[in-house]
């Protein structure tokens, strides 16, 4: 196992702020890999916004689910349970949990209306779409933790686990009550957590490729929040090999 040493600055007031900020800015990747939840959260935002722009009644019929499951099982499942194992090697727990359930669940979606579409099932009735409802209750308490957990990380995340929590709620209630207005509201906010994943993605994918913060994610590091500010400085072998060097 590779260890690196600390410099040490003796004596001297700027020696040590300058070493304070190289510990708490620098970070050593002994096996390097990109974020994974710019794959996820890229994944999700398109699922998502498919599914959530039919509940608002922007488009289609209680069929959509149809045409929307293909792309719903592979951008939200497939793409976002690969970035959930992903983060897993990267040790970063809420994205683990995060698109690791939520990219099962798509996977799950897509299954169930593959029965509808051969006929194997029917997604009509009380019965029917309360049990459906039931689906998201664990879904909407599980994201909200996430939620919570995220605010300590940086706040974009925090608001795209906020919204889709409160509004996997939102579609519980509609297909458990009957009340279209409840599933309408869901889909609305639904589409603003797909809206604030693409933000979120966008920023961490800008971020590696200049190098610097593009687009702030509300991180509780000042100089994480401020375009074109270096917030964290990788130590790699200049001359290194992929996976060594940062890159391909």
């Known amino acids: 196992m590779a260890t690196a040493s ?14 304070d900020r190289w510990r708490s800015s620098t970070r050593v990747f002994l096996q390097p890999i990109a974020a994974p939840s710019v794959l996820g ?10 599914v959530a722009t039919n509940l608002a009644g922007w488009y289609g019929n209680n069929m959509s689910g149809l045409y929307i499951f293909p792309f719903a099982a592979t951008f939200g499942g497939i793409a976002q349970f690969a970035a959930g194992l992903w983060a897993y ?9 995060m698109h690791g359930m939520w990219g099962t669940f798509w996977m799950a979606y897509g299954i169930l209306w593959l029965l509808v579409a051969a006929g194997d099932l029917k997604l009509t009735g009380h019965g029917a779409l309360t049990a459906f409802a039931y689906w998201f209750w664990p879904l909407a308490v599980i994201t909200a933790f996430g939620c919570v957990a995220a605010v300590f990380e940086n706040l974009g995340l925090a608001s795209v686990l906020g919204t889709l929590a409160t509004g996997s709620a939102f579609v519980g209630i509609g297909y458990t009550t009957g009340i279209h207005g409840w599933l309408v509201a869901g889909g609305w906010v639904l589409f603003a957590s797909s809206v604030l994943a693409v933000y979120t993605a966008g920023s961490m994918m800008l971020k590696w490729a200049v190098g610097r913060t593009v687009l702030p994610l ?8 401020i375009p074109l500010e270096e917030p964290t400085h990788p130590i790699e072998y200049h001359y290194g090999e992929p996976g060594i060097k940062q890159g391909q």
């Open 6 to 19: 600390e410099p040490r600055h003796v004596g001297s007031t700027n020696g040590t702020a300058e070493f």
């Open 41 to 50: 959260l890229f994944g999700f935002a398109a699922a998502t916004f498919m």
């Open 89 to 97: 090697r990267a040790r970063d727990a809420i994205a683990t949990a």
């Open 218 to 225: 509300g991180e509780w590091r000042r100089e994480a929040n």
